[in-house]
C-alpha cells in the first residue's frame, strides 16, 4: 500500500511563502510522475504542479513564476516551494503520485494552506 504523507501546511500573510512536502512509502521514481494539487472551498481540485519521472515539470498558469516542483530522491519527497502567496491560494493541498500502463493514482490526506493578513 503506497502511503503519501503532506507536510508544511499553515496560516501565512499574502506575500510570504511556504514549502509543502510529500514524503512517500517507496522510491518516488517508482511512479511515472509526482504532482500537487488544491481543492478551494466549493471549488473542483485542480492541478497545480506536476514532475514526470524523467524530471519534465508543468504548472498551472496561476502559479507559474511563483510555486516551484522538486524532489530529493533520497529522501522520497517531493516539494512545493510558494513563494508571493496570494489569499485565492488558501486550499487544500493534496499530494498525487501515479503509476501503471493503466493510470493508478495515489493520494495524500491533505495539507490546509490559508493565506490571509
Known amino acids: 500500500q503506497v502511503q503519501l504523507v503532506e507536510s508544511g501546511g499553515g496560516l501565512v500573510q499574502p506575500g510570504g511563502s511556504l514549502r509543502l512536502s510529500c514524503a512517500a512509502s517507496r522510491s518516488i521514481f517508482s511512479f511515472n510522475g509526482m504532482a500537487w494539487y488544491r481543492q478551494a472551498p466549493g471549488k473542483q481540485r485542480e492541478l497545480v504542479a506536476r514532475?514526470?519521472?524523467?524530471?519534465?515539470?508543468n504548472y498551472a498558469d496561476s502559479v507559474k513564476g511563483r510555486f516551484t516542483i522538486s524532489r530529493d530522491s533520497a529522501k522520497n519527497t517531493v516539494y512545493l516551494q510558494m513563494n508571493s502567496l496570494k489569499p485565492e491560494d488558501t486550499a487544500v493541498y493534496y499530494c498525487?503520485?501515479?503509476?501503471?500502463?493503466?493510470?493508478?493514482?495515489?493520494w495524500g490526506q491533505g495539507t490546509q494552506v490559508t493565506v490571509s493578513s
Open positions: 498525487n503520485a501515479w503509476d501503471g500502463y493503466v493510470r493508478v493514482d495515489y
Open positions: 514532475i514526470f519521472g524523467g524530471g519534465t515539470t
